[in-house]
Nanobody, 121 residues
Framework: QVELAESGGGLAPPGGSLRLSCAAP????????MGWYRQAPGKQREQVAA??????DYADSVKGRFTISRDYTENTVDLQMNSLKPEDTAVYYC????????????????WGQGTQVTVSS
């Protein structure tokens, strides 16, 4: 299995900032997507932000507040979270999609263990 190392979660006040980081092993090749999902209690898991083929995507709820960045050399992805709101409170999961092109295309998804983000005064 591929283990994704997550860090940066914690407690922040409303309006504060946190930076989440995720690292895939450097031995992992053909990473197509790196991003972050989150799940709040009683809610479905939702995609927060992702980098795919050099492009970024954001959930409407975080646009203008969160910034995702990927380091292709280090196999890492960061999520800078600014102007945090209480509704951002959730467990955040790093997500990596590997796509291998051989005789047939194969896709594999890997998930971090989750890191808690709590926004509260």
């Amino acid at each position: 299995q591929v283990e994704l190392a997550e860090s940066g979660g914690g407690l922040a006040p409303p309006g504060g900032s946190l930076r989440l980081s995720c690292a895939a092993p450097k031995s992992v090749r053909s990473i197509y997507t790196m991003g972050w999902y989150r799940q709040a209690p009683g809610k479905q898991r939702e995609q927060v932000a992702a980098v795919t083929a050099g492009n970024t995507d954001y959930a409407d709820s975080v646009k203008g507040r969160f910034t995702i960045s990927r380091d292709y050399t280090e196999n890492t992805v960061d999520l800078q979270m600014n102007s945090l709101k209480p509704e951002d409170t959730a467990v955040y999961y790093c997500h990596v999609r590997v796509v291998v092109h051989g005789e047939l295309m194969q896709s594999f998804d890997y998930w971090g263990q989750g890191t808690q983000v709590t926004v509260s005064s």
